[in-house]
């Protein structure tokens, strides 16, 4: 059975940082791009960042770049996003999902999905 399982959301005050994990079963994780997506309250979801199956390359959204990290165990099987500099507008629940190619960091274009990892930026 192919799943992808997201940990490591919570609450943190506005510049404090998390570490988000990914783990896949049922598939190796190599073979694929890694996209995290977030869906704020009343928002749709939207792209934040990928990790490319080819050469490891990572694309983000201009709002998080600087302060978000992508990163991949191939031999656990898991993927990272590291939030640095949180700010409340990262306030959203956090998926991954695996797709073949990045491509344009579009919910469609990914086959495999987790359930998601909430994640408050409050005071």
């Known amino acids: 059975q192919v799943q992808l399982v997201e940990s490591g959301g919570g609450l943190v005050q506005p510049g404090g940082s998390l570490r988000l994990s990914c783990a896949a079963s049922g598939f190796t994780l190599d073979h694929y791009s890694i996209g995290w997506f977030r869906q704020a309250p009343g928002k749709e979801r939207e792209g934040v960042l990928c990790?490319?199956?080819?050469?490891?390359?990572?694309y983000w959204v201009h709002s998080v770049k600087g302060r978000f990290t992508g990163s991949r165990d191939n031999a656990a099987n898991t993927v990272y996003l590291q939030l640095n500099s949180l700010k409340p507008e990262d306030t959203a629940v956090y998926y991954c999902?695996?797709?073949?190619?990045?491509?344009?960091?579009?919910?469609?274009?990914?086959?495999?999905w987790g359930q998601g990892t909430q994640v408050t930026v409050s005071s």
């Open positions: 990790i490319s199956s080819s050469d490891g390359s990572t």
């Open positions: 999902a695996a797709a073949l190619y990045c491509g344009q960091l579009l919910s469609y274009e990914y086959d495999y």
